[in-house]
């Protein structure tokens, strides 16, 4: 079976600082990590993904992401963030069935 | 490049109703997935197809779901008899070949069932 856990369920930062925001997964195998982000009444944007390689993956919106097999752990950082990152956002974890196991997400606020 | 679209956006019915969703994937997609996404969760999966054929379905799928995708093309999600519990979030995503290619989500289908 698999599985991703989302630990924090919300999380407050200020403008200009730094995030991180934690991802577990459980799965048998090298699995392939994605983090996607979801604005109010709107679908899933992709912001990267991990498949094998380099651990510390880059994606869109100076976001970036590390994976640590030993933690089992796929952590999203920003080094500053801003009031538009306001989202919620989703680690996401796939298989070999193709299908998509997805935490419960994190919510970010963002105060000015 | 035109992005995964889903018809309608909203839709607010009365139980017990019928209710029909679209979805139209990337061009060149030929895999599709329907998930399902409830308030405070991420989303579930329901089902996908590879071009037309159907491979695999979520147990939440009941009897009262059906999906189809003719010609491999778009897709439909058909909920018979609605009930409450069936109100949720319903995302379409697709995804060019059976590799490691990212799914891309359309903006959903928010359904309301009164």
């Known amino acids: 079976a698999q599985s991703v856990t989302q630990p924090d369920i919300h999380i407050t930062v200020s403008e200009g600082a730094s995030l991180e925001l934690r991802c577990n997964y459980s799965?048998?195998?090298?699995?392939?990590l994605f983090w996607y982000v979801q604005s109010p009444g709107q679908g899933l944007q992709l912001l990267l993904k991990y498949f094998s390689g380099d651990t510390l993956v880059q994606g869109i919106k100076g976001f970036e992401a590390e994976f640590k097999r030993s933690q089992s752990s796929f952590n999203l950082r920003k080094p500053s963030v801003h009031w538009s990152d306001a989202a919620e956002y989703f680690c996401?974890?796939?298989?070999?069935?193709?299908?998509?196991?997805f935490g419960k997400g994190t919510l970010l606020t963002v105060n000015p | 490049d035109t992005g995964v679209s889903q018809d309608p956006r909203h839709k607010i019915t009365k139980r017990g109703q019928n209710v029909t969703f679209r979805c139209d994937p990337i061009s060149e997609h030929n895999r599709l997935y329907w998930y399902r996404q409830t308030l405070g969760q991420g989303p579930e999966f329901l089902t996908y197809f590879q071009n037309e054929a159907q491979l695999e379905k979520s147990r939440l799928l009941s009897d009262r779901f059906s999906a189809e995708r003719p010609k491999g093309s778009f897709s439909t999600l058909e909920i018979q008899r609605t009930e409450q519990g069936d109100s949720a979030m319903y995302l379409c995503?697709?995804?060019f070949g059976a590799g490691v290619y990212e799914q891309y989500f359309g903006p959903g289908t928010r359904l309301t069932v009164t």
């Open positions: 799965y048998g195998a090298t699995p392939y």
């Open positions: 996401a974890l796939r298989g070999s069935n193709y299908k998509l196991t």
């Open positions: 995503a697709s995804s």
